[in-house]
């Protein structure tokens, strides 16, 4: 009854489930020197695939260039964003690539100590992911003097336990440090003050993921898929009313509408791009490109069908938000508790127009006033759903308005 | 609690001390540790983790109250975790939810009365593909129906 067990069947796609033998990247690393990687990785262009998308090469390279007697590479797998499994998939199916990817960051910057933060929901991959470290171990790819080099690296599971906001960087790492999880001021960034004052790389799995593949086949062969400003590929976690969810790895640039049929979504309403903290799609937008420069996502593609209430769908995500927050900024904390209680205002049909108005314009403040993506992003959903979906959810002025679908 | 059993309350924290190192930055796995085993981090367990780690005792309760999988107060012996976020939502995990209180006889958020389940809401499980989901003492179960959770449910009382 559990599905715990990886699922078998081997994944295609043009890059990070392109063909790959563990240990490669690592080999082909230690062949060429630190500056040749960082350059492959700036040709490639890629950015950061937990949904911020800041370019991967400037993070390597700024943390690559700080002298300091202590570096550390974290990688982010504390996935949280709702409708987001794309990582589950990586860590289970395809560990070699995350800690290969990993092992190259250590090397390129110069840190000898790796950290995956895995989530506590996740805590049924720890035992085969620390099994599948002391293989690599056996055969020399982590530990000592890696491969005969004089290049040691290794790496270590911590496990999260339940906290969303902890996928923020900062937060992620005050955590670690054995504080509560509240996201710093930035600056400093974590690539000069970061997990315990040291210069500190933090990637999500899938960023690493792509590392190996465009070490071995170059960053003009990653370029050559998704468009001009979103090069390579992107896992689109896809759930929701169709009847093929999953993990689908496709070239940054592809339309909604295209994802729709190749996932086989039948009479779609809506699309909500990028999670909770991302924007809701409507019909009229189904011709928009999934990538950095219009829909921007981190893998979350959940879809809606014409029977779904979106006011449901918004107060779910607004209840979400709330419990998530951290509340540590007022904005975030007092906002997100505020635009709840209007969703439900209106849900009993006991609003006004300026009360929507006053509350889409408290989002906007939420957006520029809050301190980290949690409470500058949450307004997103509420703006969006209530602006896409204003004849569906004010027409009814608060019938039928109290079930999913 | 008994003198003898804080005796070896201390040692074993002293144990996961010396095992993930004393400073603060062990603190997410040591506390990690003991709710696993114990499925709460009692009071007494809370100042020794403060003392061997020299910062203050409420300094770890703040700690524990931040993260929803650590607790303070204890919990039953099994935990079921139900996913409630959009995609399970949507799949009828609220229809699963009031089927599982009912057979049970308690609320989210309660333990039953001999603390055998306790069972709590969660957000977003990771497993939207395969919704709706939940977790029992850290395993997950997918694709579930009434009969499955009901299923699963009994096996815990």
Redesign the interface.
């Known amino acids: 009854?559990?599905?715990?067990a990886v699922n078998p069947k081997k994944r295609t796609g043009p890059v990070i489930f392109s063909e790959y033998n563990s240990g490669d990247g690592i080999k082909k690393a230690f062949s060429l020197k630190r500056e040749d990687i960082l350059f492959e990785l700036k040709e490639s262009k890629l950015k950061g695939r937990g949904g911020a998308g800041f370019p991967t090469s400037s993070k390597w390279m700024l943390t690559a260039a700080a002298t300091s007697e202590k570096k550390f590479l974290i990688c982010n797998a504390d996935?949280?964003?709702?409708?987001?499994?794309k990582?589950?998939v990586l860590l289970q199916e395809y560990p070699e690539l995350v800690f290969d990817g990993m092992v190259i960051g250590g090397y390129t910057i110069g840190a000898k100590y790796g950290i995956v933060y895995l989530?506590?929901?996740?805590?049924?991959i720890y035992e085969s992911l620390q099994s599948y470290l002391q293989s690599m171990r056996k055969r020399n790819f982590l530990g000592n003097n890696i491969l005969g080099s004089n290049f040691s690296f290794d790496i270590k599971i911590?496990?999260?336990?339940?906290?969303?906001v902890c996928g923020e960087e900062t937060a992620l790492i005050e955590?670690?440090?054995?504080?509560?999880?509240e996201p710093r001021n930035r600056p400093p960034y974590p690539v000069n003050t970061g997990y315990?004052g040291y210069p500190t790389v933090v990637n999500n799995v899938e960023t690493l993921a792509a590392v190996p593949h465009i070490v071995c086949k170059s960053g003009k062969w990653f370029k050559k898929f998704g468009t001009d400003k979103s090069t390579g590929s992107k896992l689109f976690?896809?759930?929701?009313?169709c009847n093929k969810?999953?993990?689908y790895e496709l070239p940054w640039g592809i339309t909604i509408r295209e994802l729709l049929n190749i996932v086989e979504a039948e009479n779609t309403k809506a699309v909500?791009v990028g999670g909770?903290s991302g924007i809701c799609i409507p019909k009229s937008g189904f011709d928009r490109k999934l990538g950095y420069e219009d829909a921007a996502t981190g893998g979350s593609v959940?879809v809606?069908n014409e029977k779904?209430n979106m006011l449901q769908?918004l107060k779910?995500?607004m209840e979400?938000f709330v419990?998530?927050s951290?509340g540590q900024c007022t904005p975030c904390r007092i906002g997100n508790v505020k635009l709840l209680e209007g969703v439900e205002k209106i849900e009993k049909g006991n609003y006004t127009f300026s009360y929507i108005n006053t509350l889409k314009e408290l989002g906007n403040t939420m957006k520029v006033a809050s301190k980290c993506g949690l409470g500058q992003s949450s307004p997103n959903s509420f703006i969006s759903i209530l602006e896409n979906f204003k004849d569906e959810i004010f027409k009814s002025n608060g019938a039928n308005n109290d079930r999913?679908? | 609690m008994l003198t003898l059993e804080k005796n070896s309350l201390s040692e074993e924290i002293e144990e996961l001390v010396s095992l993930y190192g004393e400073n603060r930055g062990s603190l997410l796995e040591i506390l990690g540790a003991i709710e696993k085993k114990y499925g709460y981090i009692s009071e007494f367990a809370q100042q020794e983790v403060a003392r061997l780690l020299n910062i203050h005792p409420v300094e770890v309760y703040s700690f524990i109250s931040f993260f929803s999988f650590l607790h303070s107060k204890p919990q039953g012996r099994n935990m079921v975790r139900m996913c409630k976020t959009i995609a399970c939502n949507m799949k009828g995990a609220d229809n699963i939810s009031a089927v599982i209180e009912k057979e049970l006889g308690i609320k989210f958020g309660e333990t039953t009365k001999n603390r055998r389940v306790t069972l709590e809401y969660t957000n977003c499980l990771g497993m939207c593909d395969c919704a709706p989901a939940m977790l029992v003492n850290g395993k997950i179960y997918t694709n579930l129906d009434v009969e499955k959770a009901i299923k699963i449910i009994n096996e815990l009382k």
Do not use: K, W
Not at chain 1, 237 to 241: A, K, N, R
């Open positions: 009854m559990s599905t715990s996935e949280g964003e709702p409708g987001t499994f990582d589950r989530r506590g929901e996740y805590e049924y911590h496990l999260g336990a339940g906290a969303y955590s670690l440090e054995g504080e509560r999880g315990m976690s896809v759930s929701g009313d969810p999953g993990v909500q909770a959940i809606f779904r769908v779910n995500f979400f419990e998530e951290c999913v679908g």
